[in-house]
């Protein structure tokens, strides 16, 4: 579809890649715009737009690791000169993206490490703790919140934010991409563990006495395992992965397979054997207290 608004053409190619429908302010700064599907408050997705010339433009998702462009003119009609234009345009809001991403980036770490001075040491008692049937393993207290540091290689990028209800949330702004928590206190074998969240990581170092690199989602799975592979490039390492068979597609199954098999690891995922699993169980902090009570009901 086109019509004569280079403006509202450009938006809807936005909106037809499935990243939203952002209003449009074209001129050619870069501005940033909450995609959908995304938390309330956030805005991983940005454009440019140009009107000098050839109309065109350049958006994306910085969430989603995507960049996509835009003319008024079809790639076959282009000339030359049209084409080299939109590659500079292009290579411009890039530069300005990565920019603007930087010190997002920056300002967030900054907030983080703000937010880890006035922590304590996390309460064993927390009810968080108590109702995952785990150990602290280092994090930290703020008031009745835990806070967990991100970080990206050796530099705090953010915090996870943990209520006793089990709500989280990440700082604003913060890089969690490559991002984790390394539980590592009490080690007892030399295997290093990959997983998802805090209380699964924590259950599994519990339960197998290696250290585990927590990447906090699925979608991080990847990223951290190949920040652990470079390392740790002769070290035998272990994706565990969430069992969402509950979900369409297994997301956690498939992310871990996914990124066992770029790094070269095993794939560890829960066994369910004998256990019921009308609570909808997922992951291994799941596995382990379901375990507990099997055990307990049967003593």
């Keep these: 579809m086109s019509t004569t608004n280079p403006a509202l053409d450009f938006a809807l190619a936005i909106h037809a890649a499935g990243l939203g429908n952002p209003t449009i302010i074209p001129d050619g700064n870069v ?6 599907g995304d938390k309330p408050g956030s805005k991983n997705g940005w454009y440019a737009l140009y009107l000098d010339g050839t109309p065109a433009g350049v958006f994306g998702s910085w969430k989603l690791g995507r960049t996509e462009t835009w003319c008024s003119v079809s790639a076959d009609d282009q000339t030359p000169q049209q084409r080299a234009d939109l590659r500079a345009l292009i290579e411009q ?42 150990q602290p393993h280092g994090i930290r207290q703020q008031g009745i919140a835990l806070q967990i540091p991100v970080t990206v290689g050796n530099s705090l990028s953010s915090v996870q934010t943990i209520f006793p209800t089990g709500v989280k949330r990440f700082l604003t702004g913060g890089r969690i991409a490559g ?71 297994n997301p956690g199954k498939t992310k871990a397979r996914a990124a066992a098999l770029d790094i070269g690891a095993k794939l560890l995922m829960p066994d369910w054997t004998g256990l019921d699993l009308d609570t909808k169980p997922s992951d291994f902090n799941d596995l382990y207290r379901l375990r507990r009570a099997a055990q307990g009901a049967a003593a």
């Excluded at 501005?31 to 959908?36: E, I, K, S």
């Excluded at 530069?95 to 001075?117: F, G, N, P, S, T």
């Excluded at 805090?198 to 395992?225: D, R």
């Design 31 to 36: 501005h940033r715009f909450r995609c959908d």
């Design 93 to 134: 809001a890039k530069r300005e993206r990565d920019q603007q991403q930087r010190d997002q980036y920056a300002k967030a770490a900054d907030k983080a490490k703000v937010i880890l001075d006035s922590t304590t040491p996390a309460d064993p008692y927390h009810q968080y703790l108590i109702t995952k049937q785990i």
């Design 179 to 249: 991002g984790c928590y390394l539980i590592s206190d009490q080690v007892r074998r030399e295997e290093l563990l990959i997983a998802e969240g805090f209380a699964t990581g924590a259950s599994l170092h519990e339960a197998i006495g290696a250290a585990v690199f927590v990447a906090f989602n699925a979608n991080n799975l990847l990223a951290v395992a190949r920040y652990v592979r470079s390392q740790h490039p002769k070290a035998n390492i272990i994706v565990c992965g969430d069992d969402d068979r509950w979900t369409e597609g």
